[in-house]
C-alpha cells in the first residue's frame, strides 16, 4: 500500500506505470497472438502433412480398413441313443465361400472357381441373388464337402481369385441314417422368416433344425453363437483379428431309443411298402424304437447345398420324408376292440361272464353289420377279444353309445397328440357327437357307433397312439410316451388310470389269448422265448368304402395290417404297435413283425439298462466357422 | 488522464449506442464457424438433420441469446461479479465428487436431466473473469512483486486441482494454459515463466507417478500408437486415416466412408474435426482453421483497443480458451497431442461446450463496448 500511494504523490511517475503497462499488453498480446498463428501454422503443417504428403498412403489404408465382425457358428450338441451310441454329430466340413463386397465382378469370380469346383446353374443363381439381398459383408455358401485336394488348390488360388474364401466349418453326420432318420431328423438352411428373427441364421453353414429331435430341441442342441472382430483389407483378407468371444457348444441330448432295437424294427418293416412300430417301455413310457418305412438318408439331405437331392427324396414313392409312426392315420379296427371292451365293461354293459352268440351278421334297423367270420355261440368278453368277434363289439358299442366309448378311448391316450419331442404328430379321431356335428353339420347316427366299436368309421389313431394305448391297458397307468428321458426322474410315477384293475385283468387276459390260446387270432406270432408270454390284439382295417372302391388301384385297396402288443404278459414292461399299410390281415403281415421286435426287446432287455448319462454338456468352445487359411 | 477519470460515470451507453459499437463482423464469423459445424454434423447423421444438427441450431440459437445479454450488460456488474462468481464455480466444483452425477467413468455433471451442468465449464468464464478482476485492482508497479502472484496461483491452482480429483486431465490442463497465459498477458515478468518452465521440467517425472493408469495408457498410446491398436490407439489410428485419406480436396459432403462406416468414434463430438477434413479435404480444413485464426485475430484487435486491463483481459483470456480448445482438439485428432476429449468449439455436438463459448464471446463483445471505458480505484475495490 506504501507504493501505491507513491503513485499519487509522484506525479511523474504514475503515467509512466499505466502507459508502460499498456505497451507491455500490447506487446505480449501481439507476442501471444503471434504464437497462436504459430501453433496453427503447426496444425496447417501437420495437415498438409497427412493430406498432401502421405495422403496417398493414408487413402490405401483407408480402403484396407474394413472392420468386419463375424459371427462364430457354435458347434451343435451330439444326440445320442440310450446305450450312448452317437446317432448325430458335428464333424468338419471343407467349405468355400464368396464374399460379394470384394469380388470384382461375382460371375467372374464364380467362373473362375468352377474350373475348380462345379458350380451348377443352380448354385450360381442362388449365390447371386444370395449377394443380392443381405450385405455384401456377408460370406455366400457356394460348395461345401470339398475335398482335400480341392480345398487345397483353392488356398493356392485365393489370391488370385478377390472375394473368395475357404473354411473349415461343421457339417452335421448322422449315424445309423436309414432306422434313425424320422425320430431324429435332420438340419437345414434356415427359413426366411427365421432369418429375420434372428440374423445369425444367414451365417453359413448355421442349421436349424428342420424335422424330428432335431427340431423339437433346436434350441438346446444350437449353443451360442460367438464373434469374431477382424480389420481385413480391400480384398477381403484378414489382416488381423482384433478379439473375439468363443461360441459355445450346444447341450447334448439323449434319447430313450435303443439304436440296435430300432435298427432290428427298421429290418423288419422293409419288407413292406409303406409300414412303421413303436415300442414303449411300459413303465417309463420311454420310445425305445420308432421306425417307419420307407426312409432316407438325412446326410443326403443335409451335406449338400444343392436342392436336388431333398427334392428328390421328398417327391419319392410312398414319401419317405413322413414318419408314418406319428403321422400315419389308420383307422384301428378290431385292435380297438381292446377299447370297446374296457368301455363295456366300465359302463356295466357287458361283464365278464355274458355270452352272446355270434351268427356272422348284426342287425341295427334295417342295416346289416358283418363279421368276419361265424363265431357261433357262447362268445364271452374273453372269447371276443381272443377271436376278435366283431358282432359280440357291435352289441357292446350299441349298448353304451358313442359318448362312453370316446370317452374311455380317450382316457387310453387316443385321440391326441403327446408333448415328447416329435414334431408334426398327427392327433386321429376318436369322433363323438360334438365332433361330427362341427365336422359336417350332421347328427350322430347309431350305426356310426356300432362300427366305431370295431375302430371303423371316423375313427383313426397312429401308430404311436395305439402304443400308448397298449402300454396304458399294460400298466393299468396313464403313461404318456417320452422320448428324452430326464436324468433326475428316469422313472416317472404315471398317475393310476380310471378304470377298474379287474375291467384291466379281463382285457389282458383277453389278449394273452389272441397269442397264446387256441383260436387266438395271432396264435403264430407266440413269443419262443421259453416261459415267457406276450399279449395283443390283430387288427384288419378295411380301407375301401362305397365311395372310393372304384378308385382304388389293388394295393390300395387292400386292407391295413395292425398289431398291438404287450409283454411278458404277466408283468408287463414293454409295449408295441405297428401298422403294415394294406398289408392284408393283422395276424399275417403285422403280428410277427411285432413278434420279432418285441422278441430282441425282451433279449436285449433295452429298458432295464440305465440310459446313457450324458457327460459335459456346453461349455466347451466349439470349433471356428469361418477360419482364414494363410493364403 | 484526469479527464478521462472525470468523464468515466457519463460513459455510460444506451442500447442504440451499444448495437452500434458491437463487433457485427466479428458475430457474423462465429455464425459462420457454426454454419459449418451444423453442416458437418448433418453429413455425420447421413444426411438428416436428426439426431444433431437440428438440436445444434437451436444450441446457437439460445447460446446466441446469451451473448447478447452478456454484450449489453453493464461492465461494472461483472467488474463486481468477478469474484462471486469465481467461488461460486469453486464452490460448485468442490461439491460435484459429494453430489455429482457419474457418466463415463468420472463425475463432472452437476443437476438432473436436461438441466445438468458442468460446473467446470463454468470455471472456465470465472476463472477469466476472476483473474482480470485481480489484474485490473493490481497496481501496475507492483506487478514484478512475487507475493503479487500468489493470488492468481491460487485461482488457477484451486479449480486446477478440483478438476484433477474428479479425474478430468484435459480441463485441469486449459486451467493452467488459460491462467498462464492470462499472467504472461498481464505483463508478469519473463523470469517467473523461466522458473515455472524448469520447475515443470524437474517436477514431471513425479507427476508421471500421480497419473492415473487410463491416462498414463493414453499417453503411451499417442507415442506408440500401435501399442494398443483395439483401444485408445485405436482412434488416433482411425482418426489419422480418415484425415489423411481425404488428400487435398477430400471425399466430398456426405462421402467420407471412414465417417459414415463407423470406424471413427465420437465422429459427432470430439472427432468431428476428422470427419471434416475426411470430407473437405486439406482445402476446406485450412478454410475451416483460417476461420477459427480469424477469428482469433479479431479478439486480439479488440483487446489491444480496450482501454481498462479488465476488458482487455477479459477479451485476452476468451482468445486464450478458444485457441487452447481448437489447438488441442486439431492437434488431437491429428495424432500431434494425446487424446484428452477436448471438443471442437462451435462445431462439436454438444450443448455445454457451445453455450460456454457463446457466453465468452458475449463477455469479449461486452470489452469491445466498453472499450473506452475505465475504471477508478473505487469501482474496482481491494483486493477482495
Known sequence: MKKSKALHYGEKKKPDYVRKQSYRFSRRALLVGGAQAGLFGVLGWRLQQLQVREASEYTLLSDENRLM??????????????????????????????????????????????????????????????????????????????????????????????????????????????????VVGYVGMAGKNEVDLDPVMRLPGFRAGRAGVEKTFDDELRGTPGTRKFEVDARGRVVRELGSTPSVRGKD???????????????????????????????????????STPTFDPNEVVFKVDPTAWTKIARAQDQPLQNRAIRGQYPPGSTFKVVTALAGLHAGVINAHETMSCPGVYALGRARFRCWKAHGGGINVHEAIKQSCDVYFYETAKRMGIEHLAAVARHLGLGRTYDCGLPGQKPGIIPDEAWKRAKFMEPWYGGETVIAGIGQGFVSSTPLQLAVMAARVASGRAVMPKLVLSPDDPAPEWPLLQLDPRHLEIVRNGMSGVVNEPHGTARRSALEIPNVLMAGKTGTSQVVNARNEHKLSPYERETHALFIAFAPADKPRYAA??????????????????????????????????????????????????????? | MKMLFAQAPAQKLDLAKK?????????????????????????????????????????????????????????????????????????????????GVESGGARRWIGVGELSFQPSEMMKIALVLAMARYYQWLPPEKIWRPDALIPPLLMIGLPAILALVQPDLGTAALFAIIGA????????????????????????????????????????????PERDPLGSGYHILQSKIAIGSGGLTGKGFMHGTQAQLNFLPEKHTDFIFTMFSEEMGFVGAMVLLALYLLALVFILFMALRCRSMFARLVAGGIGLTLFAYVFINVAMVTGLVPVVGVP????????????????????????????????RPGEVGGLW
Open chain 1, 69 to 182: 465382425m463375424q459371427l462364430v457358428a457354435p458347434s451343435r450338441g451330439s444326440i445320442r441313443d440310450r446305450t450312448g451310441a452317437v446317432l448325430a454329430e458335428d464333424k468338419e466340413n471343407l467349405r468355400l465361400l464368396v464374399l460379394p463386397a470384394f469380388c470384382k465382378s461375382l460371375p467372374a469370380t464364380l467362373d473362375a472357381l468352377s474350373r475348380i469346383v462345379p458350380v451348377p446353374q443352380g448354385t450360381r443363381d442362388r449365390v447371386i441373388r444370395a449377394a443380392k439381398r443381405q450385405s455384401g459383408y456377408y460370406p455366400v455358401l457356394v460348395a461345401e464337402g470339398l475335398t482335400w485336394r480341392q480345398f487345397a488348390l483353392l488356398n493356392v488360388l485365393s489370391p488370385q481369385i478377390p472375394g473368395m474364401r475357404t473354411d473349415r466349418s461343421a457339417y452335421r453326420k448322422y449315424y445309423h441314417p436309414g432306422p434313425m432318420a424320422h
Open chain 1, 253 to 291: 441330448l439323449v434319447l430313450s431309443l435303443d439304436h440296435h432295437l430300432q435298427s432290428v424294427a427298421q429290418d423288419r418293416l422293409k419288407e413292406h411298402r409303406v409300414a412303421s412300430i413303436v415300442v414303449l417301455d411300459v413303465v417309463t413310457g420311454g420310445i425305445l424304437a420308432l421306425a
Open chain 1, 577 to 631: 404297435a405297428c401298422v403294415v399299410e394294406h398289408g392284408g390281415g393283422g395276424s399275417r403281415a403285422a403280428a410277427p413283425i411285432v413278434k420279432d421286435v418285441i422278441t430282441e426287446a425282451l433279449l436285449r432287455d433295452a429298458a432295464r439298462s440305465p440310459a446313457f448319462a450324458s457327460s459335459g454338456s456346453g461349455a466347451v468352445p466349439g470349433p471356428i466357422a469361418i477360419v482364414e487359411d494363410g493364403g
Open chain 2, 19 to 99: 448495437l452500434l459499437l458491437l463487433n457485427w463482423p466479428f458475430l457474423a464469423l462465429i455464425t459462420a464457424i457454426v454454419l459449418v459445424g451444423i453442416a458437418a454434423l448433418y453429413s455425420v447423421a447421413g444426411g438428416a438433420f436428426e439426431p444433431w444438427a437440428g438440436r445444434q441450431v437451436i444450441r446457437y440459437c439460445v447460446g446466441l441469446a446469451l451473448l447478447f445479454a452478456i454484450a449489453f450488460s453493464d461492465i461494472r456488474w461483472w467488474l463486481k461479479g468477478a469474484y462471486p462468481l469465481f467461488f461460486c464455480a469453486l464452490v460448485l466444483m468442490a461439491l460435484v465428487p459429494l453430489i
Open chain 2, 181 to 224: 497465459g492470462l499472467m504472461f498477458l498481464a505483463g508478469v515478468s519473463w523470469f517467473y515463466f523461466g522458473a515455472a518452465i524448469v520447475a515443470v521440467v524437474v517436477a514431471l517425472p513425479h507427476a508421471w507417478e500421480k497419473l492415473h493408469d487410463y491416462q498414463k495408457e493414453r499417453v503411451l498410446t499417442f507415442i506408440d
Open chain 2, 344 to 375: 471442437l468449439p462451435l462445431v462439436s455436438y454438444g450443448g455445454t461446450s457451445m453455450l460456454t463459448m457463446m457466453i465468452g464471446f458475449g463477455f469479449v463483445l461486452n470489452a469491445h463496448v466498453n472499450r473506452r471505458v475505465t475504471f
